[in-house]
């Protein structure tokens, strides 16, 4: 086949969708097919075979000064850079709206000479992929979950009414819910993104199929020789993230020994002051290290060094953390949350327990650091659970399946 992987951020850095996309891009070539990636910035590092065709994005949202393109700063008021300058002042969310009509732009001149059989979007849904469809090829997404997950998550938490308005603008959920009905079909990453979807997007439950994200269980694997740091525990994610659930994780602490240590590893947002400052709050600053962003085999390091692996999400998508750990032979506890019971399991390579609850944590926690042997037996547990269900050489596999389902019923 030759497919359009479309994505309109791609570093494996940036977040789950550039893992996404660089695995996947790279299994789909590893079986024969042909991709072309077109992409936003941050661009994608690691691609083996792939094509890519990078969309232009000046990320106006992020920046708050020194916004003008220094070479050509009048290129400001070009239409969709302007728009995305104009909508970021008032706190919306442009890049995805916008990269769908840039992608449709350069995808009009592709298909001048490459004839795609399949247009695959990594969860962007912008009104310009309705244009996409216009080419003639089909056009399916991949929507890790509804981002009304997110938005309600925020609005747990103490907000002023200008914070209110501004989570209400951020997340484009009309606009996602348009495009995703009108689309030749959806892929997500589990069961229960899949019921989200359809509840948040109204998408019929025969338009999604699910195919379970992978993970390179040659990278993430144990390290031969590597101590363990005693009392140790590992939180992985994005602390700003209210729904990633750090809040009760640091609650928990305070119902264990003072000799647990937590170390926290954010790949999330640059300016952070969410967590630190809740570890003011809690008086453990101590205890508890943040690491900021790393690389993939550091982060496998401290996975190994670790003791438990913590994943307090008060919702998942699929949850990569949790897999990363398990492939690391090390024990998780997590909450039954969205996708975590489907990615633990109940086969004994994990603790499961209520989400928002500091004391349900601390009691698992404290129930696996007492009991170094079931430690082990569910670090092993973990592993064979992630190299028997999630590897992206089955991912990719199902997802061609997916492909040749929706050509099958476009012709």
């Not at 969310?93 to 490459?114: D, G, N, Q, T």
């Not at 954010?266 to 790393?294: C, W």
Request: aromatic share 10%; hydrophobic share 40%; proline share 7%.
């Amino acid at each position: 086949m030759k497919i359009g992987l479309l994505s309109y951020r791609g570093n494996p850095y940036c977040g789950g969708q550039g893992i996404y996309l660089t695995y996947l891009a790279n299994e789909l070539v590893k079986l024969g097919h042909e991709v072309h990636v077109i992409v936003g910035p941050p661009f994608p590092l690691f691609l083996d075979g792939s094509v890519v065709h990078q969309v232009e994005n000046l990320n106006f949202f992020g920046k708050k000064e020194n916004f003008l393109p220094a070479a050509q700063p009048f290129r400001i008021f070009s239409p969709l850079h302007f728009y995305e300058f104009a909508a970021s002042r008032f706190g919306v969310f442009p890049e995805i709206k916008a990269f769908s009509f840039r992608a449709f732009f350069k995808l009009r001149e592709l298909v001048k000479s490459y004839r795609f059989d399949i247009l695959h979007d990594n969860q962007c849904l912008g009104y310009g992929m309705l244009l996409w469809k216009t080419l003639g090829i089909p056009v399916v997404s991949t929507i890790h979950h509804p981002l009304s997950i997110d938005r309600a998550t925020w609005f747990e938490n103490p907000s002023s009414l200008q914070q209110k308005v501004k989570r209400v603008l951020y997340y484009p959920l009309v606009m996602q819910r348009i495009v995703s009905n009108r689309l030749d079909g959806i892929i997500t990453v589990s069961r229960d993104s899949a019921r989200a979807i359809t509840e948040a997007f109204g998408v019929p439950p025969e338009k999604i199929r699910v195919v379970y994200n992978g993970l390179d269980g040659n990278e993430f694997a144990p390290v031969p020789g590597l101590s363990k740091k005693p009392n140790n525990l590992i939180f992985v994610g994005n602390s700003e993230d209210r729904k990633k659930g750090l809040l009760y994780l640091l609650q928990s602490l305070l119902y264990l020994p003072e000799e647990v240590t937590l170390t926290v590893v954010d790949g999330g947002a640059p300016q952070r002051s969410f967590a630190p400052l809740l570890t003011e709050k809690y008086r453990m600053n101590h205890r508890v290290h943040f690491t900021g962003k790393i690389g993939p085999g550091e982060l496998v390091h401290l996975y190994c060094r670790a003791e438990i692996a913590v994943v307090p999400s008060l919702y998942e998508g699929f949850g990569f953390p949790a897999a990363e750990a398990m492939a690391c032979e090390l024990p998780v506890v997590a909450c039954t949350a969205g996708a975590l019971p489907e990615v633990v399991g109940d086969d004994g390579a994990g603790i499961l327990v209520p989400p928002r609850n500091a004391q349900a944590l601390a009691q698992a926690i404290k129930r696996l650091l007492k009991d170094p042997e079931l430690r082990q037996q569910m670090g092993r547990a973990a592993r064979r659970r992630v190299l028997d269900l999630f590897t992206w050489e089955n991912a990719a596999r199902q997802m061609v399946d997916v492909y040749q389902e929706v050509i099958d019923a476009h012709r």
